[in-house]
């Protein structure tokens, strides 16, 4: 999805805990999946991300997407509703125009400004997870040109830059196309429009209502679902000579983008956009899978 993605400064290495099991269990021809990691973003509202799971992106510049927005600390919070959300706002930004212009895109606007604001949350350094389920409940923003996404990049990017670290999107949406989601990856040799996608059509719009995306990944294998419906594969067959990356940890990222090359234009009477979190549950399944991350990261979503 994202190309020159990650403005990560210094970060603190990944403790060596881990949470979970590496081996599968005996064959029984049923299928365990036990909760082990979950976020679920109940209580006061106003209240940003736990800082001991996720670290933020900042800044504009496009992205590598030509993306519209720029991302600040501040965009995303709890709501405080009975259900609980963590909300993703993009909000228009309207820089003042006797004052420098502190976040610039690669857009035909004066001074070349943003046109929004929005955030992005990432828990690189904190928590990372290998095989096993990953799932968000989400209700995606509504209006031409939103992007949200649910997505996973290799735990040893940066230092292993993109595409050769990997990528995996859970989910990503068009607001342009309401009724469809995508869940790709990217490697080396299928990357950007290349990436090896499947999608799904629903009998809504996705704006209109939440539903659960996930994947369950495991050695060399990774399934896309959406409502517990199966629509996406990919195996070291997909990707034909090139290589297999998706063998290691991956970290989480969630992000609410405006613009860009893979959703389109942006609706010009459009001002603001929310994207609901109602939960992120990690499962192993038949005993594999594991979280590995800091003693603080991985307490904070013990269930």
């Known amino acids: 999805m994202k190309k020159n993605i990650m403005r990560l400064a210094a970060l603190a290495a990944i403790g060596a805990l881990a949470f979970g099991i590496g081996a599968p ?81 690669p857009i035909a606007t004066p001074g070349s400004a943003c046109e929004f604001l929005s955030s992005r949350i990432h828990t690189k350094g904190k ?20 992007w949200p996404a649910f997505w996973m990049l290799g735990n040893d990017f940066p230092a292993n830059q993109w595409p050769n670290s990997g990528e ?50 495991f050695p060399n294998k990774i399934n896309w679902y959406i409502n517990n419906k199966l629509f996406h594969t990919v195996t070291p067959k997909s990707v034909g000579t090139n290589k297999w990356v998706f063998n290691k940890p991956f970290f989480m990222i969630l992000n609410l983008a405006m613009g860009g090359r893979f959703t389109g234009d942006l609706d010009p009477d459009l001002t603001s956009a929310k994207m609901y979190v109602d939960y992120i549950r990690y499962y192993t399944i038949n005993g594999q899978g ?4 800091t003693a603080a990261a991985i307490k904070a979503g013990k269930p």
């Not at 209580?43 to 504009?60: E, L």
């Not at 993009?90 to 006797?98: D, L, M, R």
């Not at 949406?173 to 299928?190: D, E, M, S």
Request: hydrophobic fraction near 35%.
């Open 168 to 217: 995996i999107d859970i989910m990503e949406g068009k607001g342009a196309n309401p009724w469809t989601i995508w869940g790709t990856v990217h490697g080396p040799g299928y990357l950007g429009g290349d990436g090896i996608t499947g999608t799904l059509a629903l009998d809504k719009p996705v704006h209109s209502t939440y539903n659960v995306y996930a994947i369950e990944w």
């Open 290 to 293: 594991k979280v590995i991350g």
């Open 25 to 105: 269990s005996a064959a029984t021809g049923a299928t365990t999946k036990k909760l082990v990691w979950a976020l679920e973003f109940k209580g006061k509202a106003n209240v940003k991300p736990s800082s001991s799971v996720f670290s933020y992106d900042v800044g504009g510049g496009g992205w590598g997407n030509l993306e519209h927005q720029a991302y600040v600390d501040t965009n995303v919070k709890t709501d405080g509703v009975s259900q609980g959300n963590l909300v993703f706002r993009a909000t228009k930004y309207e820089p003042n125009i006797n004052e420098d212009i502190y976040y610039e895109c």
């Open 127 to 146: 928590l990372a997870f290998q095989y096993g389920r990953l799932e968000a409940r989400i209700k995606n923003p509504k209006g031409d040109g939103t």
